[in-house]
């Protein structure tokens, strides 16, 4: 290949990065909308099986929530709950150990937040809201 034709490919290659620079790219990544929930040790390890119930604007919903294992002795999953919006959402949880007794039945308060899975520049994502419940079984919320 000649010097010329090296220069126009380099040219071709290198003049559409320059004009992308000062652009913003976003991604496709999507946010969940429904409510997080982490178990914290040493009850995460006798936990077999959750429910979940979300309430707002005065309907009440289960969510499908299954608790995975988690770094650290811990366990996380993830409730959907398709029409979440920010504003106060009320969440109950019952906790059961592998005989069926009952470990968590509580509630708690949460408020929705939208998410920037991207950063600010390119959007917010569905509200979803997050709920730790701690190793006595008190539970609360996280931003």
């Not at 790219?25 to 390890?45: K, R, S, Y």
């Not at 969440?91 to 009952?102: A, E, I, R």
């Amino acid at each position: 290949m000649n010097r010329h034709r090296k220069l126009g490919l380099l040219a071709i290659l290198v003049l559409p990065l320059a004009a992308c620079q000062g652009e913003r790219i976003c991604t496709a990544i999507g946010t969940p909308v429904g409510i997080q929930v982490d178990v914290a040790p040493p009850l995460a390890g006798r936990v077999a099986a959750a429910e979940m119930e979300v309430c707002q604007a005065g309907a009440c919903r289960p969510a499908r929530l299954e608790l995975f294992d988690a770094d650290g002795g811990g366990s996380n999953g993830f409730g959907d709950w398709q029409g979440l919006s920010k504003e106060p959402a009320r969440v109950m949880l019952k906790l059961t150990g592998p005989g069926g007794d009952t470990l968590v039945d509580r509630r708690v308060e949460v408020v929705p937040r939208g998410r920037y899975p991207n950063g600010p520049d390119c959007g917010e994502g569905g509200p979803n809201a997050r709920v730790v419940v701690d190793g006595d079984g008190t539970l609360r919320e996280v931003p």
